[in-house]
């Protein structure tokens, strides 16, 4: 909630008494108190526009009446708002009699045929029969672009798709093109579509203008079956609507009615086009298994069982810590709980991981840091509340899309102040008032936090007596900020000290504020230190500043944050839970039925693929996860899972590191099972099926209990609603946050308090070498994350090539043209890929994509800590 209280306006709606905040419109007061009111052009999300004039009211202030369009009027103290009175009847009936003198009746074959307002505001108003002759316009429905189909005979100019490409977007990829009756919606001199291909356009038409063609199926709305869950893909954790036909999700739409989610409808072009993995014939179809190097078919009965088997055998051989799994950050949580709860449970071993806790397990000790000191950070609903908000290393339009659309509402309908820190120019158009671009040296994050921290003391622009007797440690850490003079700073990030001024001084004053951390930071080889000084920031503020501030650990998949919650690592039990805290053993031990739990100090899954190949893991259990393809260390992992003396891999598609395993599992996709990923703000929301496991897939819960039965130690639960219950007893901070209707954000509790800055090592900068003089910089693509999205057809058709990004100024000394084939090569190894030029990324930078098997960037970076230097050269 901004600082900026807004005073409570009491008026009437048809005779009752009501009230709103200041600067609310009639229309949306009206639509909250649950008074129906016709209207086509009016979004919540977006500014007043009132194109459709369909939604007059009266009002009547000291007995004066007055006819308002409801969608522009504000309330005001003491008016009376009457709705549907003859007289707004009858003019709403008018403007809506000239729109249908054009549109079409072709309702029966319409996308939007069910859920459509100009449906709904015609049989309101009773306007069967029109006055006026009818003048259909009679164009062609235009298709070129690969997801989005505009039939614009149904348009009726309400310009919701324009102003939410504009204000939701900000990439104002649609516009009213031509004039008086010839007006229409389109692209700039009829170009093909060339956006980020949100879909919010879709979303908003009101009347099937604007369709979305991935489907393959049109047609009336109701004969959809529709299933709320949660988007698979990132941590922002978007609701999404299934919409599914005879068994088969055939689209996915934003819901933007109220209290669902936390995303108002919103989606990115994977959330809303990347349902082409669930029916798709490339996924694993039967359990198979490695006879020799060749994969055959065999039952799920024969392949649990030899699962069983060898679990046991080793354990009895090799002890507890010879097993080992990675856990998916694409599990539910209850399969993540599951998961651990095999391992430590049943053959007493504490190995169990998951990739981004491997790479960066410091990401969570973060987070528990921050609730040390107090800071717990709000739902994320309030960030388009926010008063400023620090984008920190994160191109938002790819890695967090939803979030950027959070942070746009804002600067609109709040006046957020946004700071974006970055080393690339990353796009972000929005409308706020104050809009600053820190675009500092490649690997200079360090710097940027420390000095803002810095000029923040050095201002007094918090109150420093206050700090100092709530944090003990405050003198040693402002000592350690001395390196960070402007001279210097400006040095190490290539900026002056006055933009990194202003942007202390905005957020240092009272506001409520939100830091968004991008996973960029975890290449930076100062992750764990960059999220010390950020925390540092948020201290210093919270401790002696006005407002509040939120800040979220940077995850990257749709469960990244639950796998954590649920204790798939060495380092915490479900809950964060110490696993040497003998109270939470034995209280597990109880709630587990067994007579004890007593882990191994030694902590291999720390260094789980190092210690695959030194052949202290002999057997490892893969779920869901492809680290030879997306893990850091890519070669490690490889040799780790060539030397582990037996492979386990469930997965929907056969990924590299299946291809590796002795045993292969399919599993299910998110539609088609039951349970709750936790966003990373630390929601908790609701995963439904939507169809029946393909094939012979079948979701990583099921699996989990039949292993655990084929052993013969059965789990007392069976359905994901027992797990629940199991999981509010085990992990107190999740009590009544499942099933996760109602996207509920868990609250920190029985974490210790402890006031304490944390100290940072110095920023190590980064060193010329002369023979490769570029720094890599790679990133989730804006259509694509992790394996699955290459599965997508319709995001491969607008995401269907790596490229390299290059600056032009780089590009002209290398003499090189867009479209160009280049090397890129580290110490490590090479990669050959196409070439884009872009202002975008920084001299001396090259960026590429993570999402291509066929460009292998992990293998450049192979385990380099810090930014990895490279050279290019042309091919051929
Ligand atoms: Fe899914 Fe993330 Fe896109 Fe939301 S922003 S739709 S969670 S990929």
Same mark, same amino acid.
């Given at each position: 909630?901004?600082?900026?209280?807004?005073?409570?306006?009491?008026?009437?709606?048809?005779?009752?008494?009501?009230?709103?905040?200041?600067?609310?419109?009639?229309?949306?007061?009206?639509?909250?108190?649950?008074?129906?009111?016709?209207?086509?052009?009016?979004?919540?999300?977006?500014?007043?526009?009132?194109?459709?004039?369909?939604?007059?009211?009266?009002?009547?202030?000291?007995?004066?009446?007055?006819?308002?369009?409801?969608?522009?009027?504000?309330?005001?103290?003491?008016?009376?708002?009457?709705?549907?009175?003859?007289?707004?009847?009858?003019?709403?009936?008018?403007?809506?009699?000239?729109?249908?003198?054009?549109?079409?009746?072709?309702?029966?074959?319409?996308?939007?045929?069910?859920?459509?307002?100009?449906?709904?505001?015609?049989?309101?108003?009773?306007?069967?029969?029109?006055?006026?002759?009818?003048?259909?316009?009679?164009?062609?429905?235009?298709?070129?672009?690969?997801?989005?189909?505009?039939?614009?005979?149904?348009?009726?100019?309400?310009?919701?798709?324009?102003?939410?490409?504009?204000?939701?977007?900000?990439?104002?990829?649609?516009?009213?093109?031509?004039?008086?009756?010839?007006?229409?919606?389109?692209?700039?001199?009829?170009?093909?579509?060339?956006?980020?291909?949100?879909?919010?356009?879709?979303?908003?038409?009101?009347?099937?203008?604007?369709?979305?063609?991935?489907?393959?199926?049109?047609?009336?709305?109701?004969?959809?079956?529709?299933?709320?869950?949660?988007?698979?893909?990132?941590?922002?954790?978007?609701?999404?609507?299934?919409?599914?036909?005879?068994?088969?999700?055939?689209?996915?739409?934003?819901?933007?009615?109220?209290?669902?989610?936390?995303?108002?409808?919103?989606?990115?072009?994977?959330?809303?086009?990347?349902?082409?993995?669930?029916?798709?014939?490339?996924?694993?179809?039967?359990?198979?298994?490695?006879?020799?190097?060749?994969?055959?078919?065999?039952?799920?009965?024969?392949?649990?069982?030899?699962?069983?088997?060898?679990?046991?055998?080793?354990?009895?051989?090799?002890?507890?810590?010879?097993?080992?799994?990675?856990?998916?950050?694409?599990?539910?949580?209850?399969?993540?709980?599951?998961?651990?709860?095999?391992?430590?449970?049943?053959?007493?071993?504490?190995?169990?991981?998951?990739?981004?806790?491997?790479?960066?397990?410091?990401?969570?000790?973060?987070?528990?840091?921050?609730?040390?000191?107090?800071?717990?950070?709000?739902?994320?609903?309030?960030? +388009?509340?926010?008063?400023?908000? *620090?984008?920190?290393? /994160?191109? %938002?339009?790819?890695?967090?899309?939803? @979030?950027?659309? =959070? !942070?746009?509402?804002?600067?609109?309908?709040?006046?957020?102040?946004?700071?974006?820190?970055?080393?690339?120019?990353?796009?972000?158009?929005?409308?706020?008032?104050?809009?600053?671009?820190?675009?500092?040296?490649?690997?200079?994050?360090?710097?940027?936090?420390?000095?803002?921290?810095?000029?923040?003391?050095?201002?007094?622009?918090?109150?420093?007596?206050?700090?100092?007797?709530?944090?003990?440690?405050?003198?040693?850490?402002?000592?350690?900020?001395?390196?960070?003079?402007?001279?210097?700073?400006?040095?190490?990030?290539?900026?002056?000290?006055?933009?990194?001024?202003?942007?202390?001084?905005?957020?240092?004053?009272?506001?409520?504020?939100?830091?968004?951390?991008?996973?960029?930071?975890?290449?930076?080889?100062?992750? +764990?230190?960059?999220?010390?000084? *950020?925390?540092?920031? /948020?201290? %210093?503020?919270?401790?002696?500043?006005? @407002?509040?501030? =939120? !800040?979220?650990?940077?995850?990257?998949?749709?469960?990244?944050?639950?796998?954590?919650?649920?204790?798939?690592?060495?380092?915490?039990?479900?809950?964060?839970?110490?696993?040497?805290?003998?109270?939470?053993?034995?209280?597990?031990?109880?709630?587990?039925?067994?007579?004890?739990?007593?882990?191994?100090?030694?902590?291999?899954?720390?260094?789980?693929?190092?210690?695959?190949?030194?052949?202290?893991?002999?057997?490892?259990?893969?779920?869901?996860?492809?680290?030879?393809?997306?893990?850091?260390?890519?070669?490690?992992?490889?040799?780790?899972?060539?030397?582990?003396?037996?492979?386990?891999?469930?997965?929907?598609?056969?990924?590299?590191?299946?291809?590796?395993?002795?045993?292969?599992?399919?599993?299910?996709?998110?539609? +088609?099972?039951?349970?709750?990923?936790?966003?990373?703000?630390?929601?908790?929301?609701?995963?439904?099926?939507?169809?029946?496991?393909?094939?012979?897939?079948?979701?990583?819960?099921?699996?989990?209990?039949?292993?655990?039965?084929?052993?013969?130690?059965?789990?007392?639960?069976?359905?994901?609603?027992?797990?629940?219950?199991?999981?509010?007893?085990?992990?107190?901070?999740?009590?009544?946050?499942?099933?996760?209707?109602?996207?509920?954000?868990?609250?920190?509790?029985?974490?210790?308090?402890?006031?304490?800055?944390?100290?940072?090592?110095?920023?190590?900068?980064?060193?010329?070498?002369?023979?490769?003089?570029?720094?890599?910089?790679?990133?989730?693509?804006?259509?694509?994350?992790?394996?699955?999205?290459?599965?997508?057809?319709?995001?491969?058709?607008?995401?269907?090539?790596?490229?390299?990004?290059?600056?032009?100024?780089?590009?002209?000394?290398?003499?090189?043209?867009?479209?160009?084939?280049?090397?890129?090569?580290?110490?490590?190894?090479?990669?050959?890929?196409?070439?884009?030029?872009?202002?975008?990324?920084?001299?001396?930078?090259?960026?590429?994509?993570?999402?291509?098997?066929?460009?292998?960037?992990?293998?450049?970076?192979?385990?380099?800590?810090?930014?990895?230097?490279?050279?290019?050269?042309?091919?051929?």
């Amino acid at each position: 909630m901004s600082t900026v209280v807004k005073k409570n306006i009491h008026f009437k709606i048809d005779g009752k008494e009501v009230s709103a905040p200041e600067g609310t419109v009639i229309l949306e007061a009206c639509k909250q108190q649950g008074y129906e009111v016709t209207n086509l052009c009016y979004n919540r999300k977006l500014k007043p526009f009132a194109a459709c004039r369909t939604c007059m009211v009266e009002t009547w202030t000291n007995g004066k009446k007055e006819l308002v369009y409801s969608c522009t009027q504000p309330v005001a103290d003491g008016i009376e708002v009457k709705t549907n009175t003859e007289e707004t009847d009858r003019y709403n009936k008018a403007c809506l009699e000239m729109l249908l003198v054009e549109h079409p009746l072709d309702c029966p074959i319409c996308d939007k045929s069910g859920v459509c307002p100009l449906q709904d505001n015609t049989d309101a108003l009773k306007l069967y029969n029109g006055r006026f002759e009818i003048n259909r316009r009679n164009e062609p429905s235009i298709k070129t672009n690969p997801i989005i189909e505009f039939y614009m005979n149904r348009c009726i100019m309400c310009g919701l798709c324009v102003r939410a490409c504009d204000e939701t977007q900000g990439v104002q990829a649609l516009d009213f093109h031509k004039r008086g009756m010839k007006v229409g919606i389109g692209t700039a001199n009829d170009e093909p579509l060339d956006c980020e291909f949100c879909g919010q356009c879709i979303t908003v038409c009101p009347t099937g203008a604007l369709m979305d063609m991935t489907s393959g199926a049109r047609g009336l709305a109701a004969m959809f079956t529709n299933t709320h869950t949660t988007c698979n893909y990132c941590s922002w954790g978007c609701t999404v609507r299934l919409e599914s036909k005879k068994g088969q999700v055939l689209r996915i739409e934003g819901d933007e009615g109220y209290n669902v989610g936390i995303n108002e409808g919103n989606l990115c072009a994977k959330g809303r086009f990347g349902h082409g993995i669930i029916h798709n014939q490339d996924r694993i179809k039967a359990p198979l298994m490695n006879f020799g190097g060749t994969f055959k078919e065999v039952t799920w009965d024969e392949a649990i069982k030899t699962i069983a088997e060898r679990f046991q055998s080793t354990v009895n051989r090799s002890g507890p810590d010879s097993i080992a799994g990675i856990g998916s950050e694409k599990m539910t949580n209850e399969e993540a709980y599951l998961f651990q709860k095999l391992f430590r449970g049943h053959f007493g071993s504490n190995q169990v991981t998951n990739l981004a806790n491997l790479r960066a397990p410091y990401v969570n000790q973060f987070m528990v840091d921050c609730f040390k000191n107090g800071i717990h950070s709000k739902p994320v609903t309030e960030l +388009e509340r926010a008063d400023v908000v *620090l984008v920190f290393n /994160s191109d %938002l339009p790819s890695e967090y899309p939803v @979030g950027g659309n =959070s !942070i746009r509402k804002g600067a609109v309908f709040t006046g957020t102040d946004i700071i974006i820190a970055n080393p690339r120019y990353v796009i972000f158009n929005n409308e706020a008032r104050t809009d600053i671009r820190l675009t500092y040296t490649h690997g200079a994050d360090l710097a940027i936090a420390s000095r803002l921290a810095r000029i923040i003391l050095d201002k007094n622009l918090v109150d420093t007596a206050k700090i100092k007797a709530a944090v003990p440690n405050f003198d040693k850490w402002a000592e350690s900020l001395k390196p960070y003079s402007a001279s210097e700073a400006e040095k190490m990030t290539g900026l002056p000290d006055e933009i990194l001024t202003q942007a202390a001084e905005r957020f240092a004053r009272k506001a409520d504020r939100f830091i968004i951390i991008g996973n960029d930071i975890l290449d930076t080889g100062q992750g +764990e230190d960059v999220l010390k000084a *950020l925390l540092n920031l /948020s201290i %210093l503020v919270h401790s002696g500043g006005k @407002g509040s501030i =939120s !800040i979220y650990p940077p995850r990257e998949h749709c469960n990244s944050q639950g796998v954590n919650d649920m204790g798939v690592t060495p380092d915490s039990l479900p809950g964060y839970q110490s696993p040497e805290d003998p109270a939470a053993l034995d209280a597990l031990a109880k709630e587990w039925g067994v007579a004890s739990l007593k882990f191994s100090t030694e902590n291999l899954a720390r260094d789980l693929f190092g210690n695959c190949v030194k052949g202290k893991i002999k057997l490892l259990y893969v779920a869901g996860e492809d680290p030879v393809q997306s893990y850091y260390k890519a070669a490690l992992a490889k040799e780790a899972l060539q030397t582990v003396p037996f492979l386990v891999v469930q997965d929907v598609f056969m990924t590299e590191t299946a291809k590796m395993a002795d045993i292969i599992l399919p599993i299910s996709t998110f539609a +088609e099972k039951d349970g709750t990923y936790t966003n990373m703000t630390r929601h908790v929301q609701k995963v439904a099926s939507a169809t029946l496991p393909q094939g012979e897939s079948k979701p990583d819960f099921d699996i989990l209990l039949e292993i655990a039965e084929a052993l013969g130690k059965p789990f007392p639960v069976a359905s994901v609603e027992e797990v629940q219950q199991e999981i509010e007893r085990v992990v107190p901070i999740y009590r009544e946050t499942l099933p996760g209707d109602e996207s509920k954000q868990w609250m920190p509790a029985g974490f210790a308090a402890k006031a304490e800055f944390q100290i940072c090592q110095p920023y190590n900068g980064t060193k010329e070498e002369k023979a490769y003089p570029f720094r890599l910089q790679t990133s989730n693509h804006m259509f694509h994350i992790g394996s699955y999205t290459q599965h997508a057809k319709a995001l491969v058709d607008i995401g269907p090539q790596c490229f390299a990004q290059i600056h032009p100024e780089d590009a002209e000394k290398l003499k090189l043209q867009e479209g160009d084939h280049i090397v890129v090569e580290s110490e490590n190894g090479k990669v050959e890929v196409a070439v884009k030029t872009s202002y975008v990324t920084a001299p001396g930078m090259v960026y590429i994509p993570k999402n291509w098997p066929e460009v292998p960037v992990n293998q450049l970076r192979n385990g380099q800590e810090g930014l990895v230097p490279i050279k290019v050269s042309k091919t051929g």
